[in-house]
């Protein structure tokens, strides 16, 4: 592939924007400059660097963060800044969206592609694709929200029941809840309609996929093979 088509497709700009960039000398492919935007390039493996950013060639991207409070899961929000604000601008310019949502005040877990089957599968909600969170909630709980959880609790504006695939309390203020709808608010509804409050919700897992300790809040990675494999693997303790 043309080196300016291979740097546009990865987010670098329009094709006359990536044609200035290698004429200007600032792109480089396996550490060496190219000045020709014609030149051809085997994609497969490809490392190239535009003003000495190291990247790898990806036809698709597919990464995770550990979202922050604090962000909104939106390109054009409200109050909160954008959780594209945390991305490298080429990824944003290459049409990265996340995959679902996080409220503004949630943490964890998040996915991001430029992959329109990929966002959904993993974000639809008739695929039902387990989800675990972490509830801090603001007194202790009770054996009785556990019950009604797992028994299914209405909610306003939804005409059947939602009931959680697994819950289970891990101290005395914390509750941890498998869901496998999506809906706006799910978890913080479901846990005030079975009588407790969220002060704090964070997504540990989708599908097979942990959020990694070692990922501090407002970070992002790729996906790699292992991580796509986990994601689509059945989850387990
Ligand atoms: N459920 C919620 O209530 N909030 C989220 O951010 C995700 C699931």
Known sequence: MELEKIIHSQGFGSRKECRALIRAGVVSVDNRPVGDPKRDFATDGLAFAV?????QYRERAYLMMNKPAGYECSRQPQCHPAIYTLLPWPLVRR??????RLDQ???GLLLFSDDGKFIHRWSSGKKRVPKLYRAWLDEDVGSEIVGRLLDGVRLHDEPEPFSAVDCRIRDPRV???TVTEGRYHLVKRMIAAAGGH????QRLRIGGLWLPQDLPEGEWRWLDEVALAALAAAPAD
């Open 198 to 201: 969220v002060a704090r919700l």
């Open 95 to 100: 049409g990265v969206q996340s995959v679902g």
């Open 51 to 55: 003003d000495g950013e190291r990247w």
């Open 105 to 107: 005040d949630s943490c």
């Open 175 to 177: 509750l941890e809840v």
